[in-house]
């Protein structure tokens, strides 16, 4: 019962921006800490960025000025803005929602970012 659905990957060129968001239901959305991790090919899975329950933020040094999260309580969405956007950004993002025991992915989108 406990969904996240991920909207908004897609092809952009290098330099260019794209927002992701990820919709949540059947959880306790205002609890929860939200993040997005990406993988790209060969790679392990790498945490991205977070955003706790009251708000803070926190990101992975390589999209730090680049990335931002966000979250929508009312809405029950997370999102993420990526502007200036580089070939080695290109990778499947996942959202993830986390509390206490409880942890929850989202199917991944593709997001790439080629010329």
């Known amino acids: 019962q406990v969904q996240l659905v991920e909207s908004g990957g897609g092809l952009v060129q290098p330099g260019g921006s794209l927002r992701l968001s990820c919709a949540a239901s059947?959880?306790?959305?205002?609890?929860?800490?939200l993040g997005w991790y990406r993988q790209a090919p060969g790679k392990q899975r790498e945490w991205v960025t977070t955003?706790?329950?009251?708000?803070?933020?926190n990101y992975v040094d390589s999209v730090k000025g680049r990335f931002t999260i966000s979250r929508d309580n009312a809405k029950t969405t997370v999102s993420l803005q990526m502007n200036s956007l580089k070939p080695e950004d290109t990778a499947v993002y996942y959202c993830?929602?986390?509390?206490?025991?409880?942890?929850?992915w989202g199917q991944g989108t593709q997001v790439t970012v080629s010329s």
């Open positions: 059947g959880i306790i959305f205002s609890a929860y800490a």
């Open positions: 955003i706790t329950s009251d708000g803070r933020t």
């Open positions: 993830q929602a986390i509390l206490a025991g409880n942890r929850y």
